[in-house]
């Protein structure tokens, strides 16, 4: 892509275009007609993405958004950045998204919102999310950093509650150079105010109908991205290979969990997480054979020093006792058929397999 991104890049100098400009319209367009959203607002990066959202929505202050418990801290830090309450939902065993049964039993007269996470790729079930939604008049965000192209039956995830996040961070599926997100939503009011508290609370250049914030998506990363973009299909089925591959070597080795792909989801790998009883050992041998690997994530959200204060950790739920035995395989449109081979062997030699 070197070629084109570096084409784009100077033609944003050349014309000194770099805040808004023609790249941020153009991706904008690209990303909601992918998406399959009527409306994408690109932003700063993906926390502000999910802050805009929520506060787009003009909850009541201090509403309780129900969040999942096993996340990156953007996902609440949203919610309370934004006046609210936070509430830990547990995730389901097998996909590791926000489990429906467990949302149902945080319910309260207060509850307003759900933060849905498409952790790792994968689609939360988003038909019982829009049920719980009707029944309990709630909004439903979706927190979607991690699953650029995933598909809830057949439909790109994004646009399917009421507003959707996107970051663009390096590391993501789609990445910047930079920081960098987006908001995707059918609604056009909510699209509106999104673009408004993005940009100081106007939409002409000095008519500021409201305080808000500055968090623009800038023009460079926009021109990054409109490239980016047209092979993110090529590389997402990259990604699916690699995770098939995986599927197709580890099924046999009884001590790890491999991910759990639903048949109603286009799961995009993100992350190819599976667990292991024996995790710190695995990750050891992994990284002594030159082998990278992470943990996502090594402490639940309500085990963080940040969250103290919202008292007594449940030692009941899922998530926070599946965090010791998470593993991160590499994953990625850049791991050759030799590396993901080379990878499950040295998995298999650790089980002695
Ligand atoms: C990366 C990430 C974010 C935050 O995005 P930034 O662009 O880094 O601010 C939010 N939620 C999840 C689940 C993420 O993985």
Request: hydrophobic residues 40%; negative net charge.
């Amino acid at each position: 892509m070197k070629e084109e991104i570096d084409a784009v890049i100077s033609d944003v100098i050349n014309r000194t275009e770099f805040i808004n400009g023609r790249y941020v319209n153009l991706f904008e367009e690209h990303f909601s007609v992918y998406h399959e959203a009527k409306h994408c607002i690109g932003v700063a990066n993906g926390t502000d993405a999910l802050e805009i959202a929520i506060e787009s929505l003009n909850l009541p202050p201090k509403s309780e958004i129900i969040v999942p418990a096993n996340s990156f801290i953007a996902s609440s830090e949203a919610v309370t950045r934004s006046g609210h309450s936070v509430v830990f939902c547990d995730v389901n065993k097998d996909n590791y998204t926000i489990s429906t049964s467990d949302i149902r039993s945080k319910i309260t007269q207060n509850t307003k919102a759900i933060v849905v996470v498409h952790l790792y790729g994968h689609p939360c079930d988003m038909d019982e999310i829009i049920k719980l939604s009707k029944e309990f008049e709630l909004k439903v965000i979706e927190d979607c950093a991690q699953a650029h192209g995933a598909e809830y039956k057949g439909k790109k995830i994004g646009a399917v509650g009421n507003i959707g996040a996107f970051s663009f961070y390096p590391g993501k599926n789609l990445g910047a150079f930079g920081d960098a997100g987006a908001i995707v939503t059918n609604d056009e009011n909510l699209a509106i105010r999104c673009k408004m508290i993005a940009n100081h609370g106007r939409i002409a250049k000095y008519d500021h109908q409201f305080e808000g914030r500055n968090s623009r998506l800038d023009n460079l990363q926009a021109a990054v991205l409109t490239v980016k973009l047209k092979y993110l299909e090529q590389q997402t089925e990259s990604r699916i290979s690699v995770a098939n591959y995986y599927y197709d070597h580890l099924a046999d080795i009884e001590s790890i969990i491999l991910p759990k792909k639903e048949i109603w989801a286009r799961h995009v790998y993100h992350l190819f997480v599976i667990q292991s009883e024996d995790r710190d050992n695995l990750k050891d041998y992994l990284l002594k054979n030159g082998i990278q690997v992470g943990v996502h994530y090594p402490i639940s959200l309500p085990k963080l020093e940040a969250y103290n204060y919202l008292g007594k950790v449940d030692n009941s739920m899922y998530a926070n006792n599946v965090d010791s035995s998470l593993l991160s395989l590499p994953i990625g449109s850049h791991i050759s058929s030799e590396d993901v081979s080379y990878i499950a062997s040295i998995i298999r030699s650790f089980y002695g397999k």
